[in-house]
């Protein structure tokens, strides 16, 4: 069996292999103390596959308290081997399982110090505690004491633990199928739910809803998609996104769900419905639009994926940037909030003098009083006069030159003034215009990256699906317009047309995205950017601006490691 990771936890547990450990130690610190026997037994199924049992010669003396308790003299363990020895043998009995322990962070807590002191790498498999399980499966009532002979006692073991390692590692067996038969009751039935029940608080338990619910995940199929739990006038409570949609949905009815909000709403549900998806991407922005289009009141994230806020020059002579709810021709962004788009609004107001009163100037004979702005430089004041319309064209035209990315002329000015800040030994001052300048740029990178892959009439692009096919995607200006998978040993490319044939017809709209979510755009922009995507088909080249704020991005890298408040030398 392979080494398990988080990634692919959901094994049922009939599939897992157990090896449940017990040792015997000098003492109570792993940092002081030595280990003086181990005792393993492999269980896979309720089938015993070995066992692994030695003495260890501890290196020091035993105390006699130890001896007492043990019956684990300084001559039994005299000639044994020493735990350097031991360690590679146990860590291969290990290899693959599932370390099941009494007390585990006592075990787990010694064989990782052993491993550190002879140079061994821990191989930090994952790990169940019986003691923390009877406490999460079993009431204060039946079982007053959750230390192992007590536990033993209760469910009737046949070895009854006398502190020798093999003879409480086997007890710890008897304890441990009693207890999975236990949560067998709660609806647990693969690994990733019985650690999470064993990691939950005490007396967690799946409520009565949620056990009557279980049948809603039934006719689930195991696959990739989006689900939907639908309450009793058909609205939707929930969505969510799942690599195994049966597997998935029915963790919402066991003790593995621990968050309250999630169990009231399954307390509401009466049905789940979901969509197969070829791949997680499609997925994800099938989730992304059905969270756009119901807006179900469960869901935390992602509620409002069309919501964005963006900068635009107003419509006048001398015209100003504000800050706007629908992107339209000649607009920037997108930006998450509103607070980012006027903390962007103002960065781009210190580099270009462009004015920030909200006034209406006429073209001709303008009439008004200069402000502080003009009076510092950083206003040509065309309020009263003082500039033309010809002459503020250029400003305006510096702005959508900066946004654009055809020009970085301001950029470089205000990363100046961040250098000439730090040389005077304004180390303050300098710092914060570094960091203005650093949230400009990234918002800059992100609106030109999504506004160049937008721009794209279509795009073709593949992933390896990790079983020797690919995952593939139809993009056409930043939507996702068809997906689909060539399983190994399927010629790609007629499957390529096919979803090419089939795919959306997405007619561009207005703004700098041609219409597309930011969030959809921005997920796919990301997919197409991860390790092994290529790109199978793309007629009109992806470019990003030349003079964008791409090419500040070691500049970027550079200021966001820099120390909060210094920018300078030293």
Request: with cysteine.
């Given at each position: 069996m392979?080494?398990l990771?988080?990634d692919e936890l959901?094994?049922?547990l009939?599939?897992?292999?157990?090896?449940v450990?017990?040792?015997e130690t000098?003492?109570?610190s792993a940092?002081?103390?030595a280990i003086t026997?181990?005792?393993?037994v492999?269980?896979?199924g309720?089938?015993q596959l070995?066992?692994?049992a030695?003495?260890?010669?501890?290196?020091?003396?035993?105390?006699?308290?130890?001896v007492?308790?043990?019956?684990?003299?300084?001559a039994m363990?005299?000639?044994?081997?020493?735990i350097?020895?031991v360690l590679p043998s146990?860590?291969?009995?290990?290899?693959g399982?599932?370390?099941v322990?009494?007390n585990s962070?006592?075990?787990?807590?010694?064989?990782?110090?052993?491993?550190?002191?002879?140079?061994?790498?821990?191989p930090?498999?994952?790990?169940l505690?019986?003691?923390?399980?009877?406490?999460?499966?079993?009431s204060?009532d039946?079982?007053p004491?959750?230390?192992?002979?007590?536990?033993?006692e209760?469910?009737?073991?046949?070895?009854?633990?006398?502190h020798?390692?093999?003879?409480?590692?086997?007890?710890t067996?008897?304890?441990?199928?009693?207890?999975?038969e236990r949560?067998?009751?709660?609806?647990?039935?693969s690994?990733?739910e019985?650690?999470?029940?064993?990691?939950?608080?005490?007396?967690?338990?799946?409520?009565?809803?949620q056990?009557?619910?279980?049948?809603?995940a039934?006719h689930?199929?195991n696959?990739?998609?989006v689900?939907?739990?639908?309450g009793a006038r058909?609205e939707v409570?929930?969505?969510g996104t799942s690599?195994?949609?049966?597997?998935r949905v029915?963790?919402?009815f066991t003790?593995a769900?621990?968050?309250?909000?999630?169990r009231?709403?399954?307390?509401?549900?009466?049905?789940?419905?979901a969509?197969?998806c070829?791949?997680a991407l499609?997925a994800?922005v099938?989730?992304?639009?059905?969270?756009?289009?119901?807006r179900?009141?469960f869901?935390?994230?992602?509620?409002?994926?069309?919501?964005?806020?963006?900068?635009t020059?107003?419509?006048?002579p001398?015209?100003?940037?504000?800050v706007?709810k629908?992107?339209?021709?000649?607009?920037f962004?997108p930006f998450?909030?509103?607070?980012?788009?006027?903390?962007?609004?103002e960065s781009?107001?210190d580099a270009?003098?462009l004015r920030?009163?909200?006034?209406?100037?006429?073209a001709?004979?303008?009439k008004g009083t200069?402000c502080?702005?003009?009076?510092?430089?950083?206003c040509?004041a065309?309020?009263?006069?003082r500039q033309?319309?010809v002459?503020y064209?250029?400003?305006?035209?510096a702005?959508?030159?900066?946004?654009?990315?055809?020009?970085?002329?301001?950029l470089?000015?205000?990363?100046a003034?961040v250098?000439?800040?730090g040389?005077a030994?304004?180390?303050?001052?300098a710092?914060t215009r570094r960091?203005?300048?650093?949230d400009?740029?990234t918002?800059l990178?992100?609106g030109q990256?999504?506004?160049?892959?937008?721009?794209?009439?279509?795009m073709v692009?593949?992933?390896?699906d990790?079983a020797?096919g690919?995952?593939?995607?139809v993009?056409?200006h930043?939507r996702?317009a068809?997906?689909g998978?060539?399983?190994r040993?399927?010629?790609?490319?007629?499957?390529?047309?096919?979803?090419?044939?089939?795919?959306?017809t997405?007619?561009?709209?207005?703004?700098?995205?041609?219409?597309?979510?930011a969030?959809?755009?921005?997920?796919?922009?990301?997919w197409?950017?991860?390790?092994g995507?290529?790109?199978?088909h793309c007629?009109?080249?992806?470019t990003?601006?030349a003079?964008?704020?791409?090419?500040?991005?070691?500049?970027l890298?550079v200021?966001?490691?820099a120390?909060?408040g210094?920018a300078g030398?030293?």
């Open positions: 392979p080494q990771s988080f959901g094994t049922p009939r599939d897992v292999t157990f090896v450990l017990d040792l000098t003492g109570g940092a002081v103390d026997e181990v005792g393993a492999k269980m896979r309720g089938e070995g066992e692994l030695t003495l260890v010669d501890p290196g020091s003396g035993i105390p006699p308290m130890i007492a308790l043990t019956g684990i003299t300084q363990v005299t000639g044994a081997p020493r350097e020895r146990l860590l291969e009995f290990l290899a399982s599932v370390l322990a009494h962070p006592f075990d787990t807590g010694f064989l990782r110090a052993a491993c550190e002191r002879h140079g061994l790498a821990w930090k498999p994952p790990v505690c019986t003691a923390r399980l009877a406490r999460a499966v079993l204060r039946e079982a004491s959750a230390r192992l002979s007590a536990l033993a209760l469910f009737g073991s046949t070895v009854r633990p006398t020798r390692a093999l003879d409480d590692a086997r007890a067996v008897q304890v441990l199928h009693a207890l999975l949560v067998g009751n709660l609806g647990v039935q690994l990733e019985l650690l999470t029940l064993a990691a939950s608080p005490a007396g967690n338990r799946p409520t009565d809803a056990r009557r619910k279980r049948g809603l039934e689930l199929p696959a990739p998609g689900y939907l739990f639908r058909d409570l929930y969505v690599g195994d949609l049966r597997r029915r963790s919402y003790a769900e621990r968050r309250r909000r999630v009231d709403m399954v307390a509401l549900a009466t049905r789940v419905d969509v197969e070829a791949h499609e994800q099938r989730e992304l639009r059905l969270l756009g289009a119901h179900p009141r869901n935390r994230r992602s509620r409002t994926p069309y919501l964005a806020w963006w900068l020059l107003t419509d006048e001398f015209p100003r940037l504000s706007i629908e992107p339209r021709d000649g607009a962004g998450r909030s509103r607070r980012d788009a006027v903390a962007a609004m781009v107001q270009v003098p920030r009163c909200t006034q209406r100037i006429p001709r004979n303008p200069a502080a702005l003009a009076e510092l430089g950083r040509a065309p309020c009263a006069g033309s319309v002459e064209a250029v400003t305006a035209g702005v959508t030159d900066l946004l654009a990315g055809q020009s970085d002329g301001a470089r000015e205000l990363a003034e250098e000439r800040l040389a030994q304004r180390f303050e001052a710092a960091d203005k300048l650093a400009l740029l918002a990178r992100r990256r999504l506004a160049a892959l937008t721009a794209l009439p279509e692009a593949a992933r390896p990790g020797g690919w995952e593939l995607a993009l056409r930043g996702l068809a997906a998978v060539a399983r040993g399927v010629a790609p490319m007629p499957v390529v047309a096919a979803l090419r044939a089939g795919a959306e997405v007619r561009p709209g207005p703004g700098p995205l041609r219409g597309a979510p969030e959809e755009a921005g997920v796919l922009l990301r197409l950017e991860r390790p995507t290529r790109l199978v007629p009109t080249p992806w990003e601006p003079h964008g704020a791409g090419r500040w991005t070691g500049w890298a200021a966001r490691a120390p909060a210094y030398e030293d």
